[in-house]
């Protein structure tokens, strides 16, 4: 039996990629919802010594291009000019500046998204999972998180338009992140 832990130690931790999870959803047409999801560069969580607000800090990196819809064309589309342009941004990152109302258990976690070269300050309603000993032996924890973000607030503000007054791609994106960090390993010097 795996026992989870509450106690998050102080040090470094590495995002695994295999095991996160960055997707997201937006209305289309009006009547139904694309879902998507990207693939995690990279991601560092640290910890410090204290407890509390300002315990600890992330940084992560998505490929642009990792986009993933589930439809070649839409991705193609995605990526393009319209929307991503991954050959002038080929990054997606968020940097936390931070951690409020902490309890054990949910937070909300603060920091600059930077999408489609723009930074904006966005707040992530997040969750502390937990810690374990993975079967190798390795330190892991995860955490889950959601925000919503208007796309037009970072310049990719394409206006597809059908009939009278409707949308074909909404502004609003909601976003939901799961995210799993291993201990990194002490240096040995």
Known sequence: MIMVSRALSAGTWVGD???????????H???????????LASAVLTVGESDGEGAGQVAARID????????????QHIRSADFLDVEKHPHIEFTSTEVRGFDGETFTLVG?????????????????????????????????ATTTISRAAFGI???????????????TIEIAIEIEFTAAEPDPR
Request: net charge negative; proline share 2%; no cysteine.
């Open 17 to 27: 990629p295999v095991h996160s999870d960055i997707s997201f959803k937006v209305r």
């Open 29 to 39: 047409m009006g009547v139904g919802r694309v879902r998507g999801r990207f693939t």
């Open 64 to 75: 642009s291009a990792s986009v993933h819809t589930g439809n070649d064309q839409r991705d």
């Open 112 to 144: 600059e998204l930077t999408l489609h070269g723009v930074t904006r300050t966005v707040e992530l309603a997040a969750e502390f999972l937990g810690v374990v000993d993975d079967p190798s032996g390795a330190k892991r924890t995860g955490f889950s």
């Open 157 to 171: 503000d394409i206006q597809l338009g059908f009939g009278a007054g409707n949308v074909v791609v909404a502004d």
